[in-house]
């Protein structure tokens, strides 16, 4: 399980170093895509495995084809080097605005890749107390 939040730098040649407390668990070459609210996911092969499972089990309708397109699209096999440095696709930085500083939020099986001035605008995530009493309807209370 994936959790913290760690903050590094792209280098000149668009490498990031992974997070000593992610690298491990992650492994030395995982699948980054696209994700949600404008980041990428960085997900372990095993985990990206079961992701696949359930999107195949979707069925064949419009936002499932959609949802399919956007992950497996965009998705790219990631390979970590000796030093703990990935090189991440140039169009997914580009997508996701990756171009100096970086945040990796750990996210239960996956990893979030922000830009840090993206992750600055979208952490706003407004009334907690709102958001807990609707997450509650799915057995989560606090």
């Not at 095993?46 to 064949?60: D, I, M, Q, S, V």
């Amino acid at each position: 399980m994936f959790m913290g939040t760690f903050e590094h730098s792209l280098d000149a040649k668009g490498r990031v170093i992974i997070p000593a407390k992610l690298r491990d668990e992650l492994g030395s070459s995982f699948v980054a895509t696209m994700g949600m609210d404008g980041c990428l996911y960085a997900y372990p092969m095993n985990e990206w495995a079961g992701f696949l499972e359930k999107l195949e089990k979707l069925p064949g309708s419009k936002d499932a084809r959609t949802l399919q397109r956007m992950f497996l699209a965009n998705a790219a096999t990631v390979d970590v080097d000796k030093q703990g440095r990935a090189l991440i696709p140039t169009s997914l930085r580009e997508k996701a605005g990756l171009d100096k500083d970086i945040v990796f939020i750990g996210v239960l099986s996956k990893i979030e890749v922000w830009s840090k001035e993206r992750y600055e605008g979208a952490s706003d995530a407004g009334d907690m107390d709102e958001i807990a009493d609707r997450m509650s309807e799915y057995g989560l209370s606090f």
